[in-house]
């Protein structure tokens, strides 16, 4: 029978952490297996052998729960070479447990490995942007963990709780953090379907929804101010200009979709491409407005029908992002020469488009067409508040019956 506990070594120097220590006995053989975590000698209960937790207020608490959560995990994986090593030789060698056992977790199927190979995965399928929101995301797990990897059977909920919480207390939106959590409960689901690790729901308490956004929209006569602006001695403004009114033009489409444009797409009064995000095939009219800006720009000799990706080189992502930036950066002088008290974005145009469209009695179905969605519950997010009008033909039919 083999004997593993957790012990604490206190350090020789005054008030500094103590090392926590693996001990196995076996027979009269005794192992030691000093971890890399360290704690104060006052966060240790001696004769519970465990980590004490203070209130959740501490600026520790979330530190030692973390702590105490890995270790036990430790414990437990330590507990399976055992056994497995007994049912194989019927024997054990604390030398070559000891040997054999690191606390780093350094395997193909830690959880920083798997969602590293999942972003490779995305970019063998041509999925940059999803590729970039998983390596945002791992980024911020990493953040969080101090570097420490850790395997699928860790994730708890109770640790899932403290990465929200520290996601919140860093600065993220609940959105944001939903986002991420999303992404984690993806490769999660996807661990847990290959045989990693067995399903113990650690994302029940966590925020994983969507929260309403802040309408990022203006009205008509704020967008025949903005086309009207004279901006021929501003070329780098007219152009973000000509740019906004394109996308709002062609019923708020992406700067992404915008930027990947191709020459192709346009055929007898057509345009008809493809959604970057959802692959989803757009048709529409090409009107004049359309053609106009277009006209208003040299040819560059690419296949894409905008000027916003000028080289094919294999750069062809960075120069859509830096364009993208640029022109978002110069849409805030343009809202304040328009008298906009907002900072204007392209993101505006997508959302003034669809907000007009209803204040026009355009169906939500017909608007949700047009944007490309795949669901109407989408489609609200991009829209005002209900017409009041539409509320009291509810509220009299209600009251009707009165």
């Known amino acids: 029978m083999t004997s593993i506990k957790l012990k604490f070594r ?13 001990q196995l006995i076996h027979g009269r053989s005794v192992r030691r297996i000093t971890s890399e975590y360290k704690i104060f000698a006052e966060e240790w209960d001696n004769n519970a052998e465990k980590i004490l937790l203070p209130s959740p207020s501490s600026p520790r608490y979330a530190l030692l729960a973390s702590l105490k959560a890995e270790l036990q995990w430790e414990l437990d994986r330590l507990c399976r070479m055992v056994q497995e090593r007994e049912k194989a030789t019927g024997a054990v060698s604390l030398c070559e447990i000891a040997a054999a056992f690191s606390p780093n977790v350094e395997t193909p199927d830690s959880v920083f490995n798997f969602i590293r190979e999942q972003i490779r995965h995305k970019k063998r399928l041509g999925k940059v942007r999803s590729a970039e929101t998983y390596h945002s995301m791992l980024n911020s797990l990493m953040h969080f963990r101090k570097g420490r990897d850790m395997a699928f059977d860790m994730l708890d909920g109770e640790l899932m709780e403290l990465y929200e919480a520290w996601m919140l207390k860093d600065g993220l939106t609940r959105n944001t953090t939903s986002f991420y959590m999303r992404i984690l409960r993806t490769n999660y689901k996807l661990a847990v379907e290959k045989g990693i690790t067995t399903d113990r729901h650690p994302f029940r308490h966590v925020y994983c929804g969507m929260d309403k956004t802040v309408k990022r929209s203006i009205p008509f006569s704020e967008i025949k101010k903005i086309n009207s602006l004279e901006l021929s001695r501003k070329p780098g403004m007219d152009f973000a200009r000509d740019m906004f009114m394109f996308s709002f033009c062609t019923r708020g489409m992406s700067f992404i979709d915008m930027a990947y444009l191709e ?30 800006i277009v006209d208003k720009y040299k040819q560059n000799g690419t296949r894409y029908l905008l000027p916003i990706i000028t080289r094919e080189d294999g750069s062809e992502r960075r120069q859509y992002q830096n364009m993208m930036r640029k022109i978002n950066r110069l849409l805030k002088g343009i809202a304040r020469m328009a008298g906009l008290p907002l900072p204007l974005s392209m993101y505006y145009s997508r959302h003034s488009w669809a907000t007009i469209a209803r204040g026009k009695d355009v169906p939500l179905a017909v608007i949700s067409e047009g944007l490309g969605h795949d669901s109407e519950t989408t489609t609200q997010i991009y829209l005002d508040s209900i017409k009041s009008s539409e509320v009291d033909k509810a509220n009299r039919m209600i009251l009707e019956g009165l």
């Open 263 to 292: 020459k192709t797409d346009l055929n007898n009064g057509c345009l008809a491409y493809r959604r970057k995000k959802t692959g989803q095939l757009l048709t529409m009219e090409w009107t004049k407005q359309m053609q106009d």
């Open 10 to 22: 206190p350090s020789t120097a005054l008030g500094k952490e103590g090392a926590l220590v693996f």
